[in-house]
């Protein structure tokens, strides 16, 4: 039994905490505003007030562990930059297969209906 749930909830998938990252939507806000330029952590928790620097961190590292940030040290001051890499690797994996299917689909539709006799 306990063979069965691993399998289940263990998928080998290496975008996991890619998803962890992204499920929340204060870290989604943060993306939003890296994706702007590059933010050093203090600007970071200026921008989420309702936030406490630690709360900000803990944040930080959910989206360092996905990948979904790099940083740089310069001096005391640490910048936080988008990596929009994991970010493509879910588009590919999980968006752009079924978009090709769609746009198939969509394309013999039109075909069909074009070649369907005028009724009108």
């Known amino acids: 039994m306990l ?5 289940i909830t263990d998928t080998g998938d290496d975008l996991e905490p890619v998803w ?4 929340s939507p ?3 806000a943060m993306l939003d505003h890296l994706r702007e330029r590059a933010h050093t952590t203090g600007e970071l ?6 936030l406490s620097r630690f709360a900000v961190m803990q944040h930080l590292k959910v989206l360092e562990r996905g990948r979904l940030i790099v940083h740089r040290k310069v001096g005391r001051q640490r910048y936080n930059y988008l990596n929009p890499v994991p970010i493509q690797q879910i588009y590919q994996r999980w968006v752009q ?3 090709t299917n ?3 689909v969509l394309v013999t539709l039109k075909s069909n ?5 005028n009724k009108a």
């Open 3 to 7: 063979n069965a749930a691993l399998s």
């Open 97 to 99: 297969q079924y978009e």
């Open 102 to 104: 769609w746009a198939e």
């Open 20 to 23: 962890k990252g992204l499920s």
């Open 26 to 28: 204060i870290r989604r």
């Open 113 to 117: 209906l074009e070649a369907a006799p």
């Open 45 to 50: 928790v200026e921008r989420f007030p309702k």
